[in-house]
């Protein structure tokens, strides 16, 4: 099992470029979260999907957008880069559940700096 | 608005000593604790976890008390390794059904606690 894996590992954009970040999830996992940790902070939830929608979103403007593939695969796009959008992207996979926390799983990230 | 604090940015402890790691919370909805291992260049790694319905959970050398009056949980190391030097976050979440049925599994993160053990 691979577990979460995700790319590419890093990644050096200008800003006003986009980017685009993927991960696949643990297999058997259906649910993809993506995370942002900024240098000395902890990670900061920015959105979830299941069954390829958006079903939770953190405090991130709408530059933010992700998808989700039927074989449970994601993306996460940024627009318009910022300086302040350098940070370790991170994403966690985990299983759907109803009324009960179920384990997520983290990648190893994508380091993006924004120059 | 920092919903989960750790105030402590950093900690060194003797090899064989108990590292005793901190965390306070903001929000009564939260119902559920994890901590979260974080090695540089990887992803954090689920350590251990307690429902509000416990006040301590056992994992071998690693303890979770939870103290809900005072939102405050901790995690208890011993005998602290230095294989357990990295980076620890606090994390919680509120499992509520969601509207679209399912649970939330939204971590809200503390800052981490770099701690480091000394042979």
């Known amino acids: 099992d691979a577990g979460v894996t995700q790319s590419p590992t890093h990644l050096i954009k200008t800003r006003g470029q986009q980017v685009t970040l993927r991960c696949s999830p643990k297999?058997?996992?259906?649910?993809v979260s993506w995370y942002q940790q900024a240098l000395g902070q902890g990670p900061q939830f920015i959105f979830q999907y299941y069954e390829e929608e958006e079903r939770q979103r953190g405090n991130f403007p709408d530059r933010f957008s992700g998808h989700q593939f039927p074989n449970y695969s994601s993306e996460l796009n940024v627009n318009a880069l910022l300086l302040g959008d350098s940070a370790l992207y991170l994403c966690?996979?985990?299983?759907?559940?109803?009324?009960?926390?179920?384990?997520?799983?983290f990648g190893p990230g994508t380091r993006l700096t924004v120059l | 608005d920092q919903q989960v604090k750790q105030n402590s940015p950093s900690l060194s402890v003797q090899e064989g000593r108990i590292s005793i790691l901190n965390c306070d919370y903001t929000?009564?909805?939260?119902?559920?604790f994890l901590w979260y291992k974080k090695y540089p260049a990887e992803g954090p790694t689920f350590l251990i976890s307690i429902s509000s319905i416990k006040d301590k959970n056992e994992d071998g050398r690693f303890t979770v008390f939870l103290n809900k009056s005072a939102k405050h949980l901790s995690l208890h190391i011993v005998p602290s390794q230095p294989g357990d030097s990295a980076v620890y976050f606090c994390a919680a979440t509120g499992t509520a059904k969601m509207n679209y049925g399912g649970a939330t599994n939204k971590l809200i993160f503390g800052t981490g606690t770099l701690l480091a053990v000394q042979p």
């Open positions: 929000n009564s909805m939260f119902d559920y």
């Open positions: 966690a996979s985990s299983l759907y559940g109803i009324s009960t926390y179920n384990e997520q799983f």
């Open positions: 297999s058997g996992h259906d649910t």
